[in-house]
């Protein structure tokens, strides 16, 4: 378990699990602007992420907060671990239709094999948009496709 901080700059092109932001968050223009075991920090514009009635949709707050928790608690979680959201709740509480969302993750609790994050997503004006918790459960790195806690193949399995 890690508890330095690691600040993390221009993560589309540093290596590692830091450095990708994954083909959704590429997509949606996240931006990783911290992050350390207790806190991460991103953004995403909200141009692209719109429902159709043209303001931020609901579930654009959702994934930049599961990546920024998801992120810290992988900083947490240490080398030959895995961190993987388990359960997330949102509360939106303003719509916003230009500019940028910020959310900033921070710990609750981080244990060896929970951790747990809120975010708190704001607007251009600091005014909050959305107010989120996660949790993520912590296990060894089995690798892709390595299969459930009961052995089963979970990645390709055809079952």
Request: proline content about 4%; hydrophobic content about 40%; glycine content about 16%.
């Amino acid at each position: 378990m890690s508890d330095g901080a690691e600040i993390v700059q221009e993560p589309a092109t540093a290596p590692g699990p830091l450095g990708n932001l994954g083909a959704l968050g590429e997509r949606m223009g996240l931006r990783l602007l911290e992050a350390s075991a207790d806190r991460a920090v991103g953004s995403l514009p909200v141009e692209g992420n719109t429902q159709p009635y043209g303001i931020l949709h609901g579930g654009a707050s959702c994934v930049l907060a599961e990546q920024l928790g998801s992120i810290a608690a992988m900083l947490h979680a240490g080398p030959g671990k895995v961190a993987m959201g388990v359960e997330l709740n949102a509360s939106h509480h303003r719509a916003v239709a230009t500019g940028h969302i910020t959310g900033v993750a921070t710990a609750i609790s981080r244990g060896g094999t929970l951790a747990s994050y809120e975010i708190l997503i704001s607007d251009d004006d600091g005014r909050r948009v959305c107010t989120a918790r996660l949790t993520c459960v912590i296990r060894d790195d089995r690798g892709a496709g390595a299969g459930d806690q009961s052995g089963r193949t979970t990645a390709g399995s055809s079952e």
